[in-house]
T-cell receptor
């Protein structure tokens, strides 16, 4: 079993819909939680960066972390065709363990 | 550009050839990471540098993989005697300090025939 599990999709929604993306994890040492967006043939681009449990909002994006359930979510409001990409969750234990552990990615298509 | 750059963007190698992949981090970024991303998967950690010191190489899949960052800036990932299973996108990321977010380059797509 992988340390980080993510539904690969694909997920297809109409423009303007609310999108919910989720990851679960098994390593309780993870303290930093990130969401990256990756367009085809591009490198991952950081969308949200959160520490420990709680919510963080940035424009149309909201990240939620529930450490007690080992579950993180990304919500996209008023989704746009330009949001079509693969979304990767990533986690870091911090301290000397700087490497990110990624989910497998969810491919999202927003239809105009 | 102010981002992480990687070269070449695409590399085709015959099985058994050696390859060298280059990463230019964002200026001033102390930490540098290499990841391997197989098709349809998330990136997987290979190795981590802080300045010129390689602090973690636990993700390197075999002794055919070698990384260096001799002057604490540009880094090179070398793969010797390439195998078909080495085909993947190799991503480089850098961060300013020990507790900062990682910024990724566009990757090098390696195809081993």
């Amino acid at each position: 079993q992988k340390e980080v599990e993510q539904d690969p999709g694909p997920l297809s929604v109409p423009e303007g819909a609310i999108v919910s993306l989720n990851c679960t994890y098994s390593n309780s040492a993870f303290q930093y939680f990130m969401w990256y967006r990756q367009y085809s043939r591009k490198g991952p681009e950081l969308l949200m960066y959160t520490y420990s449990s709680g919510n963080k909002e940035d424009g149309r994006f909201t990240a939620q972390v529930d450490k007690s359930s080992k579950y993180i979510s990304l919500f996209i409001r008023d989704s746009q065709p330009s949001d079509s990409a693969t979304y990767l969750c990533a986690m870091e234990a911090g301290g000397s363990a700087r490497q990110l552990t990624f989910g497998s990615g969810t491919q999202l298509t927003v239809l105009p | 550009g102010a981002g992480v750059s990687q070269s070449p963007r695409y590399k085709v190698a015959k099985r058994g050839q050696d390859v060298a992949l280059r990463c230019d981090p964002i200026s001033g970024h102390v930490s540098l990471f290499w990841y391997q991303q197989a098709l349809g998967q998330g990136p997987e950690f290979l190795t981590y540098f802080q300045n010129e010191a390689q602090l973690d190489k636990s993700g390197l899949p075999s002794d055919r993989f070698f990384a260096e960052r001799p002057e604490g800036s540009v880094s090179t990932l070398k793969i010797q005697r390439t195998q078909q299973e080495d085909s993947a996108v190799y991503l480089c990321a850098s961060s300013f300090g020990s507790y900062n977010e990682q910024f990724f380059g566009p990757g090098t797509r390696l195809t081993v025939l």
